[in-house]
């Protein structure tokens, strides 16, 4: 049963064998705003995140931490539930791959699999990147290292194999039915010239450590890392019971957003296991770009990872996200700078939003009562704005559907540009004395737009918005409301200022 109405947002869960980083943050926060625009617009929505637990990866982390693998990963996964929770993030379930719900489906994909003839052993001879949980042909090595920069070792053990290699065709004939199915557009490419080039079986399955999902009916073997953590995105919607309703309801309906590191595990392996196991591939796999830090590549070895918690804690969580999906076009790579982010929040923020909304408000509620003004006719000024401000939801519409946040400010930040331009050159407060009814006119004109705005704000910028919407005494805020104009006369609360100007500490 699908339904266009649902929609079913991912992360990737996230390994825990470290801290989580901005890289980390930036994937939850653009999915959040994702899952935000799609409440919306009305969608019943689902949106999950979590942590990737097992592994050669995390098992080594452990024993550097001098910790029983079970003890590390219940105690690093709660500092990325924790940050979802300091980030606000609207998630409706945290999935652990080492919940008992989470191996009962990996383990069920596994016999789906084998019972469809889909699975043998083997064994595998070759190399394998621990910090990349990948395996790698000889060929594609680069001066002795993955192509990643990522050290490799040479494995040599028993080991069980999906035959990936019989999947070629039937992928690329899925990619071409379903043209959306990766995006952005290069990605899309990128993916078909690598299963063209041919496609080998996959080893899913190590024999030489124990911190995996048991290999159902081998006790010799834990699952690969990548099939035990891709399933997680059916866990979440109670598979194997595929009855369940949430399963009816947003499978395959479903977006997985990844950075573009893990590109290649979601778009050619995640939906060969799917269609070999007879299930649907997921609607779309969104790649994003990758952030360095003030030109540098983020790595813990260099030490200049990025705390989101100190960012968001010096900030404020509207700032960090606005800044992070406004910077760069979503699907590009982006440079994170203090001093960018600061720019950002004077510029975009304090002195273009905050501006409006304070001067607007304070204004109202000295000259107006504190009430919603009482507007009389309207200008051809009057109208220009409103237009401006009604057209948005069809613009938010478009770039929202492509992952293009940066568009969508870029839009609402015209409007906002337009009206505190109309704030000046209609200057209400000269009006005060000679012709009242006027500047009610204009403050009114001026509260629907930021109204309007403020509505179509609340998926970047969601705390602000609230405040907002607060300050115009709104209960509704769902773009079915867009067009239910202010009531004159409403009590308005005190306004208070929502982005106060960033001024460094000397
Ligand atoms: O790959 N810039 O987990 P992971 C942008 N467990 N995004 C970044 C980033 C950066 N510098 N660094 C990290 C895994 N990310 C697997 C996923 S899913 C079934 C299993 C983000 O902890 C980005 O989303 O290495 C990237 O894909 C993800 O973190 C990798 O997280």
Same mark, same amino acid.
């Given at each position: 049963m699908t339904n266009e109405k649902n929609f079913y947002i991912t992360t990737p869960i996230y390994y825990v064998n470290d801290a989580p980083h901005i890289g980390h943050a930036y994937t939850t926060l653009a999915c959040d705003t994702m899952a935000r625009y799609k409440r919306l617009m009305g969608y019943d929505v689902k949106f999950a995140t979590g942590t990737d637990e097992h592994g050669q990866k995390v098992e080594k982390a452990a024993a550097a931490a001098g910790m029983d693998p079970k003890d590390f990963v219940d105690k690093v996964?709660?500092?990325?539930?924790? *940050?979802? +929770?300091?980030m606000q993030i609207t998630n409706d379930d945290f999935i652990r791959t080492t919940e008992p719900r989470h191996i009962k489906a990996a383990q069920q994909l596994w016999v789906e699999l084998i019972n469809r003839g889909e699975i043998y052993l083997g064994s595998y001879a070759g190399w394998y990147s621990v910090r990349d949980e990948a395996f790698y042909a000889e060929s594609e090595l680069i001066d002795g290292k993955a192509p990643t920069g990522a050290p490799v070792e040479w494995v040599e053990e028993p080991s069980y194999f999906f035959k990936l290699s019989a999947w070629g065709d039937k992928l690329l004939e899925f990619y071409e039915k379903h043209p959306d199915f990766i995006q952005p557009e290069s990605r899309r490419n990128e993916v078909i010239s690598f299963v063209k080039s041919g496609l080998r079986d996959l080893s899913i399955s190590r024999a030489s450590f124990k911190w995996g999902v048991p290999v159902p009916n081998d006790p010799d073997h834990v699952m690969y890392v990548w099939l035990d953590a891709l399933t997680n995105y059916l866990t979440v919607l109670g598979y194997p019971d595929t009855n369940s309703d949430d399963f009816k309801k947003f499978w395959p309906e479903s977006v997985h957003v990844v950075g573009k590191d893990i590109l290649r595990f979601h778009t050619v392996y995640w939906p060969a296991f799917l269609m070999a196991a007879g %299930?649907?591939? #997921?609607?779309k796999i969104f790649a994003h770009g990758w952030w360095t830090n003030e030109g540098v590549k983020i790595s813990k070895s260099l030490g200049n990872t990025i705390d989101p918690i100190e960012l968001i804690n010096t900030f404020g969580v509207d700032a960090v996200r606005y800044f992070l999906l406004r910077e760069v076009s979503f699907g590009q790579d982006g440079d994170?700078? %203090?001093?960018g982010l600061i720019n950002r929040y004077n510029s975009d923020l304090a002195n273009s939003y905050g501006n409006l909304v304070q001067r607007v408000l304070s204004f109202i509620y000295k000259q107006c009562d504190g009430k919603v003004p009482q507007p009389a006719e309207y200008t051809a000024e009057d109208k220009d704005l409103l237009i401006e401000a009604d057209a948005l939801p069809e613009i938010l519409e478009q770039n929202m559907e492509n992952f293009s946040f940066h568009k969508h400010a870029e839009h609402i930040w015209q409007v906002i540009f337009k009206a505190n331009q109309y704030v000046d050159?209609?200057?209400?407060? +000269? *009006?005060k004395a000679t012709d009242p009814k006027r500047m009610q006119t204009i403050l009114y004109i001026l509260a629907e737009t930021i109204r309007k705005i403020a509505i179509l704000t609340q998926p970047i910028l969601p705390i602000a918005s609230e405040k907002i919407l607060d300050q115009l005494a709104m209960t509704k805020r769902g773009l079915d409301v867009f067009n239910q104009a202010l009531q #004159?006369?409403?009590p308005l609360p005190e306004p208070k200022g929502v982005f106060p100007r960033w001024v460094e500490k000397a």
């Open positions: 996964s709660q500092t990325f539930r924790h *940050l979802a +929770v300091e %299930l649907t591939p #997921p609607k994170f700078s %203090l001093s050159m209609q200057k209400p407060w +000269v *009006l #004159p006369g409403t």
